[in-house]
């Protein structure tokens, strides 16, 4: 989802201040898509990549790393690496959720078929390690292994969950640590670790970057319900007609009286759902405080992350990563 709803864009600055590395990543994400003998590859991985998404999650790397003094090109090399992991995931997503869009444009699993947007995903992880390998780094390659088998875990625990209305605000928050917030965490961590940052230094961007991603995740889920669709290529309600049960309903249906009740196992677990059932949700979610409470857990986390992030020595980058992080919730204003 889009980061362009609030008037200060931090991350915008940050693109500026990283111009000439992002630029490398850009080119090494050509290069590396490339496939001698199955053009779908690029077909499909460049319909996602040139989607116009932010590079928010390899900024993150290149960003730890500029501010840790780093002067090599392994930044360039990682920051790839966490790019091709992301629309590697997406491309399963896409096909698990059976979605139809993407940033607004028609999903790959739709242009093409499920079958290439697995197996294209599937290439992309595999050159994602063979960019972690570049590096030498043994530290590296047991950060990114890890947060990759992490994502996986997460999506697998969100298909039990996403419909059991026994699911609760931890389990959720175990979900988004795991589908979200682990590949932001090791997109900062890994910058750290090449720069020779000392352990508390890396210690700090790893809680950076899982704060943000919390935080960034929370903001999303509740957009789908009080955002601009303009803005998010979503409609209103896209994750209560996809039959999601994200933290706005999770809160709402542990506030809820029998009857409330009946209409959450209706709607959410049977996916019954009329057309004045998502008028009826949100009444439900105002009634019960239930949007405002999802926010303030979503400022909570961002205020996490710019603890986190002002432990790190005085630097131009450490101010933007803090204004990313009151960003990602600002956009909910």
Not at 122 to 134: A, C, G, H, N, T
């Amino acid at each position: 989802m889009g980061l362009d709803q609030a008037v200060s864009k931090p991350h915008e600055r940050l693109a500026s201040h990283l111009a000439g590395k992002l630029d490398a990543v850009n080119s090494l994400i050509a290069e590396r898509m490339a496939s001698r003998h199955a053009p779908r590859i690029p077909q499909v991985t460049a319909h996602l990549i040139d989607a116009g998404g932010k590079r928010l999650r390899p900024m993150l790397t290149l960003a730890a790393a500029d501010m840790c003094g780093y002067c090599g090109d392994h930044d360039v090399r990682l920051a790839a690496t966490v790019e091709f992991i992301h629309t590697a995931t997406l491309l399963h997503d896409d096909v698990v959720d059976e979605s139809s869009q993407r940033r607004g444009r028609p999903a790959a699993n739709l242009l093409w078929d499920n079958k290439s947007s697995v197996l294209v995903g599937d290439y992309l992880f595999s050159r994602s390690f063979q960019l972690m390998v570049e590096t030498g780094s043994l530290r590296v390659l047991d950060i990114l292994a890890n947060a990759s088998a992490t994502i996986a875990e997460g999506e697998v625990l969100q298909l039990s969950a996403a419909r059991d209305l026994a699911t609760t605000e931890d389990i959720y928050l175990q979900v988004v640590r795991g589908k979200t917030a682990a590949l932001f965490a090791a997109a900062t961590e890994v910058g750290g670790v090449i720069s020779s940052a000392t352990d508390d230094q890396v210690r700090a961007l790893s809680t950076y970057g899982d704060a943000l991603g919390v935080a960034f995740q929370i903001a999303d889920d509740l957009l789908d319900y009080q955002g601009d669709s303009r803005a998010t290529g979503k409609r209103i309600g896209d994750d209560f007609r996809e039959r999601k049960l994200t933290l706005p309903v999770i809160k709402a249906v542990a506030a809820a009286d029998t009857r409330e009740r009946a209409f959450w196992v209706r709607t959410i677990e049977k996916g019954k759902q009329a057309d004045t059932d998502l008028e009826e949700a949100l009444s439900l979610l105002h009634r019960h405080d239930a949007l405002e409470a999802t926010r303030r857990d979503a400022l909570a986390w961002a205020g996490r992350a710019r603890d986190a992030i002002c432990t790190l020595p005085g630097h131009p980058v450490r101010s933007m990563l803090e204004d990313l992080a009151g960003y990602v919730v600002a956009r909910l204003n």
